[in-house]
């Protein structure tokens, strides 16, 4: 192998191992909970005992000047997991 293909090589494992590490670091996130959310003062003291496991189901309110729309997702353990949030508006 000529020094420009190992260095190629080695660039491209580099910047491989970045990726991954961005993806998972990513992923490592939650997101979390703002006033108005299901979930901001822990989990509700209900359970959602006719649901399947795994579905989701959209929640809207307003909140600091803005309207938001969550999804939650129920857990094996019937807790809630937000999954996503969407501004829709400022007003």
Not at 23 to 34: C, D, N, W
Not at 46 to 67: C, E, I, Q
């Amino acid at each position: 192998m000529t020094v420009t293909t190992r260095t190629a090589i080695a660039a491209a494992i580099l910047l491989a191992g970045l990726a991954v590490q961005t993806a998972l670091a990513t992923k490592a996130r939650a997101l979390e909970p703002i006033p108005g959310s299901i979930t901001f003062q822990g989990q509700p003291t209900t359970k959602l005992l006719k649901s399947p496991v795994g579905s989701t189901f959209a929640h809207r309110f307003y909140a600091d000047g803005a309207h938001y729309e969550e999804t939650y997702k129920i857990r094996e353990d019937r807790s809630l997991e937000l999954v996503r949030r969407q501004r829709l508006s400022n007003r």
